[in-house]
Nanobody
Framework: VQLQASGGGLVQPGGSLRLSCEAF????????MGWYRQAPGKQRELVGV???????KVVDSVKGRFTISRDIAKKTVYLQMNDLKPEDTAVYYC??????WGSGTQVTVSS
């Protein structure tokens, strides 16, 4: 499975971005899909996942601001990011279980 992420960019605090990640290969709704991020000088961290039955979970730092969704027919997972903060600045990586990673897309939140 190969993953191609898009949608990153520069946005002002309080703004929104929608990341997309298209999978090339066999994907079903039983696959766990999600997003991680890595800020400069920090370890990669989980942002959130979507699993069987489209159940979702996001970490507390983005709860209420970020939403994960997917369209299995399009083999695409999304990350809707609202009310962005400077601390959300990072390279965002999409993920498909058990161990497939996208190349990353840069999100920069700055005025």
């Amino acid at each position: 499975v190969q993953l191609q992420a898009s949608g990153g960019g520069l946005v002002q605090p309080g703004g929104s971005l929608r990341l997309s990640c298209e999978a090339f290969g066999t994907i079903t709704s039983s696959y766990v899909m999600g997003w991680y991020r890595q800020a400069p000088g920090k370890q990669r961290e989980l942002v959130g996942v979507i699993a069987t039955g489209d159940t979702t979970k996001v970490v507390d730092s983005v709860k209420g601001r970020f939403t994960i969704s997917r369209d299995i027919a399009k083999k695409t997972v999304y990350l809707q990011m609202n009310d962005l903060k400077p601390e959300d600045t990072a390279v965002y990586y999409c993920y498909v279980g058990p161990d497939y990673w996208g190349s990353g897309t840069q999100v920069t939140v700055s005025s």
